[in-house]
């Protein structure tokens, strides 16, 4: 099999809102000389037209059945309830799908298989946790624990019903202090919070798996954007990892996300790669 890098990457969106309308703005200004975008889905596809009415070239909006055909690579930025649609849909049609919304992988437990059988490939795109690079690397020997302890803002979480059925109101009351609202594994944080916790399903995917991954979630008033700290004991090394992301336009999203996928679309056309 030819490893080498494509030189005319044809890019489909699959999911048009904030994320998916700045990488669109990016691809179409040149950030990635060797892809384009060629075609756009989405849940409202007049409304997508609409957004995409601006950009040149201007992409093809069509449904998602018809998304895979057109292109090499789609880009899943849509949300963990539309992940499993998505999928079934580009890798039945045996492309590669790079995904943004990793708390939806458990909702697609065929994921793996129905990539097999049709050619297809996943590649997680996680800007916003650090260290999968070399927890990669500890899985090939023993891993014994991994610790991810989440701090978000109270506005982040406000509207959440896993906190709200606990008691905690942060849109009237943000507290004065950090207050922990969740431990567990990393299987139950993405159940209480799918919009939340790709970070948790991608170092589970990457690490020990979900049910092994521990969890611990913090509210906080008192930082700009997610702190996200990972503790890894394994065979061959120990780690302590710690990302402080820059909230963005949309208060859900990290700023990190776009540049996260232009990152997983760039090494698919770079001849020279970094990282094991």
Known sequence: MSLA???DLRVGLAGFGNVGQDLARRL????IPEARLVAVSARDLAQAAANAASLQPRPRVVP???LPALVDVVVECATADS???IARATLGAGRLLVAVSAGGVPNCPEMAELARAHGGRVRIASGA???LDILRCAREGTIRSVHLRSQIKPGSMAHERYVLDRGFDFAKAPPATAVKVFEGSAAEAAAAFP???NVAIALSLGGIGFDRTT???WVDPDIGGAIHTVEVDAEDIGLTMQSRNRPSANPRTSRIVGPSILAALRSLVAPVQVGS
């Open 215 to 217: 969890v611990e979630i």
């Open 5 to 7: 890098p494509v030189r």
């Open 64 to 66: 998602l059945a018809e």
């Open 195 to 197: 919009r939340h916790f």
């Open 83 to 85: 992940f499993p649609e």
């Open 28 to 31: 179409c200004a040149g950030a």
């Open 129 to 131: 946790l650090p260290g």
